[in-house]
Each structure stands twice: as structure tokens, then as C-alpha cells.
């Protein structure tokens, strides 16, 4: 795939470490051909970025906070001195405090309700507000990352189901307004995987050992599956492709109940 994305270049958002999801799709597209550049949160992490970003020959790492509008002005502004255009941008980021991930929904608090809605869906408007004037010369691909919680009830995801619903609606409506300017705009929902963030919800590893026993697949996703799924949606082979939820989950999202073997 060295060649398909060839003279691309965009904005990856998102990387915890080398297990976050947002890296399996950051590498897919250095692989494919793609030039990046990474938002990173906090010394911590940008210390945690700064050898992956050096591996796929980045040398561009701006410290974002999505929930602060002057902090998402600068990196934008930075990013564009850098490259008038850009043909995509990841967004992996989303937030609920960890003590509310487990547990009944019912005890969801306002606090951490409006915080994990703003950061987890939100910000994803923000950053197709200041994305689009990057991408209306040439059109481009917004990417984000839901999951399956979202329209289904998943023990202890609470409140980021909600999150992630609404920014599946928000995908939808992005898709609507920035369509006509070439901008694609698609989500991602692999299956339960193991990283940072999904370590955060209660009852994880049952979760991911239960996905892998019963998909059709008996499978769970994996990060080159759904970094080569981002290679399709941002290359040309995407091209018609606009406002879907792309699972990448085994076939999990298909089943009514457990395989029989597992009743």
C-alpha cells in the first residue's frame, strides 16, 4: 500500500501509546504513504508520542487541549503555516471519569456527563470547524472513532454510550454539511480492544474475552484492521463514502445472541 496515499498528509488526534488505536491508523497511513502530523495533551504524553512520531518520520507535534478554543485556534494555525491543505484528520479522543465507568448509568453526574459529551463528541465539531478551511481546496476525510455501546447497552459504558451516539449523529450531520466541498466525514467502530482507554471500563476483559468467543469471526479487531480501514476511507478508493459507521469488529454488531456453543 506504500503508493495509495502518496502526497497525502493530515492530522492524527488522539495517540496514548503504541496500543492506542489512533497509532495502529497513524502507522497504516505512514505505511501507505502519508505524511502526519499528531495533537498530543500534556508533557506526559508528548513524551509518550515523541519516539512514535519519530518513526514515521514526523517531526510535528503541537500539545492541544480540545476542550479550550484559543488552544485549538493555535494548533490549527500552527498546522496550516506548516501546510496551507490537508487531506485528513483523526480524531481518537474521548473521556468519561473513570469512576463513573462502571456501575449504573443512573448515577451518571452532570459533571462528568457535559465533560465526557464535550470532549468525546463536541470536539469533534470544533476540530471539523477549523479542519474545513484546510480541506475546501481539495476536499479531504474526517475520521473518528465510535463503538458499538453506542446503540446497544453495554455493562459499565454508561455514560459514553450516550457520548458516542450523539457523535455518531454528529458524523452524520458533518457529512450533510461538508459534503458538498469534497469533505468526507466517516467513523470507525472496531470491537472492544486493549488499550488505555479501554482499560478504563469496568468489567473490560470480560467484555473483550466474550466479543472474541462469540463473533462470527471469533475475532477481535485488530489495529491493522482497522488502520487499514482508515487507509480505504482517506484514499480515493473512499471516494463515495460519506457519513458511515464502518464496524471493524468481527461481525460482533451483527449477532442477536451468543453463538450456541456459548448459551
Not at 484559543?70 to 501546510?83: I, M, P, T
Amino acid at each position: 500500500m506504500g503508493e495509495l496515499l502518496k502526497g497525502k498528509r493530515g492530522l492524527i488526534m488522539g495517540v496514548a501509546n503504541d496500543r492506542s488505536i489512533a497509532w495502529g491508523i497513524a502507522k497504516a497511513l505512514h505505511e501507505a504513504g502519508a505524511e502526519l502530523a499528531f495533537t498530543y495533551q500534556g508533557e506526559a504524553f508528548g513524551k509518550r508520542l515523541e519516539p512514535l512520531a519519530q518513526s514515521v518520520g514526523s517531526d510535528f507535534m503541537v500539545d492541544v487541549d480540545v476542550t479550550d478554543d484559543a488552544s485549538l485556534d493555535a494548533a490549527f494555525e500552527q498546522l496550516g503555516a506548516r501546510w496551507p491543505t490537508i487531506d485528513f484528520v483523526v480524531h481518537a479522543i474521548a473521556f468519561s471519569d473513570k469512576s463513573e465507568l462502571t456501575g449504573r448509568f443512573l448515577n451518571t453526574s452532570r459533571t462528568n456527563f457535559k465533560n465526557s459529551m464535550d470532549i468525546s463528541c463536541y470536539s469533534f465539531i470544533e476540530v471539523a470547524r477549523r479542519a474545513h478551511p484546510l480541506m475546501v481546496e481539495n476536499g479531504g476525510t474526517l475520521l473518528t472513532l465510535t463503538y458499538d455501546g453506542s446503540i446497544k447497552v453495554v455493562p459499565n459504558y454508561n455514560v459514553m454510550g450516550v457520548a458516542k451516539a450523539a457523535l455518531e449523529s454528529a458524523t452524520r450531520y458533518l457529512a450533510n454539511d461538508l459534503g458538498p466541498e469534497g469533505i468526507r466525514v466517516n467513523a470507525i467502530s472496531p470491537g472492544p480492544m486493549k488499550t488505555l482507554a479501554g482499560a478504563a471500563i469496568g468489567g473490560a476483559r470480560k467484555t473483550y474475552k466474550f466479543t472474541e468467543q462469540n463473533t462470527p469471526l471469533r475475532s477481535n479487531a485488530t489495529l491493522e484492521a482497522v488502520g487499514g480501514t482508515a487507509v480505504y476511507l482517506v484514499s480515493d478508493a473512499g471516494a463515495c463514502t460519506t457519513g458511515e459507521i464502518l464496524h471493524v469488529d468481527g461481525g460482533f454488531h451483527i449477532l442477536g445472541m451468543p453463538q450456541a456453543e456459548n448459551i
